[in-house]
């Protein structure tokens, strides 16, 4: 069974970094949502099984960073200049080909790490 734990939430100031990180237990094709209260899940970035392939929501590109670590089946997310908007539960998707933006794409989902940004 495919596991994937999300970590290295918190609360920040508006302006500051976070990165969040995702242990997956095996390599497959990952991406990462996010849901802030009373709205829909969407899409933050997509990544490749081999990294070559990546893709951002316009509200993150620029700010943001997906990457992925083969050797430790770790994705992760570097988010910089972070905003308030940015509040949401983070998570972490996985697939067996590159699941672009769309959430049906990816049949793993991780528990989800809270990011909270304060003005």
């Known amino acids: 069974q495919v596991q994937l734990v999300e970590s290295g939430g918190g609360l920040v100031q508006a302006g500051g970094s976070l990165r969040l990180s995702c242990a997956a237990s095996g390599r497959y094709a990952m991406g990462w949502f996010r849901q802030a209260p009373g709205k829909e899940r969407e899409f933050v970035a997509a990544?490749?099984?081999?990294?070559?392939?990546?893709g951002y929501a316009d509200s993150v590109k620029g700010r943001f960073t997906i990457s992925r670590d083969n050797a430790k089946n770790t994705l992760y997310l570097q988010m910089n200049s972070l905003e308030p908007e940015d509040t949401a539960v983070y998570y972490c998707?996985?697939?067996?080909?590159?699941?672009?933006?769309?959430?049906?794409?990816?049949?793993?989902w991780g528990q989800g790490t809270q990011v909270t940004v304060s003005s």
């Open positions: 990544i490749s099984r081999s990294g070559g392939r990546i």
């Open positions: 998707a996985a697939a067996n080909y590159y699941g672009g933006t769309d959430s049906n794409n990816y049949d793993y």
